[in-house]
């Protein structure tokens, strides 16, 4: 079936460095979404992309979509302890109206 | 404020023991979906309304009932809970999913434990 893998599964950085989490999908999406999920919280809608190629900024957040509208990436420059949390892609593949989440990303920033 | 209210929040209960999760929203979205969030698992659909009366499989349906009467509510119904069930449940709603920009509003979580 169509899925959406999410990598790293964790990733540990000291307070100041650079993070990057990255989605590839098993075929090509109409759009896709990104969400942050703080430690016992819920899923918070961060962005959308939609055209091939698009990059979109957020503060400290980058956001890209690739050509071929079957990968995306979340880069977040010098992160800061705010940015803990649990990052999803979610992709909708063409032709559906289904979201398709990644598994997930999640962020531990060291201060 | 616009939101998606769950309840409850946290429920313990034992197996077979018919349950139902409140799930409603002010916002007069379309569309409407649970998903269950596991270690390691992300987020999986279990059903989806894309209106009153319009209803849907996700991708882990088994085991459990969806209504859509009123735009507003969207319960999740498990007829004879099962341990394998003990999950952190969210609903979600949006506008329309096709209308571009739209992300979905998540309601709180509730966190259940079948023994």
């Known amino acids: 079936g169509q899925q959406v893998m999410q990598i790293p599964q964790y990733q540990h950085v000291q307070e100041g460095e650079d993070f990057t989490t990255y989605c590839n999908s098993s075929t090509t999406l109409s759009n896709i979404q990104w969400y942050k999920q703080r430690p016992g919280g819920h899923p918070v809608f961060l962005i959308q992309l939609v055209k091939s190629g698009e990059v979109k900024k957020q503060k400290r957040l980058t956001f890209q979509f690739g050509e071929a509208k079957k990968n995306s990436s979340l880069h977040i420059t010098a992160t800061q302890t705010t940015d803990v949390g649990t990052y999803f892609c979610a992709g909708r593949p063409d032709s559906s109206y289904k979201l398709i989440f990644g598994s997930g990303t999640r962020l531990l920033v060291r201060p | 404020e616009a939101q998606v209210t769950q309840n409850p929040r946290y429920l313990i209960t034992v197996t077979g023991k018919k349950l139902t999760v409140t799930c409603s929203q002010n916002?007069?979205?379309?569309?409407m979906s649970w998903y269950r969030q596991d270690p390691g698992l992300g987020l999986r659909q279990i059903y989806y309304s894309m209106n009153v009366e319009v209803t849907d499989k996700g991708d882990v349906p088994e085991g459990y009932k969806v209504s859509r009467k009123e735009k507003r509510n969207f319960p999740l119904i498990l007829e004879s809970p099962s341990p394998n069930q003990t999950s952190l449940y969210f609903c979600a709603s949006s506008l329309f999913p096709s209308q571009a920009g739209y992300g979905y509003t998540f309601g709180s979580g509730t966190r259940l434990t079948v023994v």
């Open positions: 916002m007069n979205h379309e569309y």
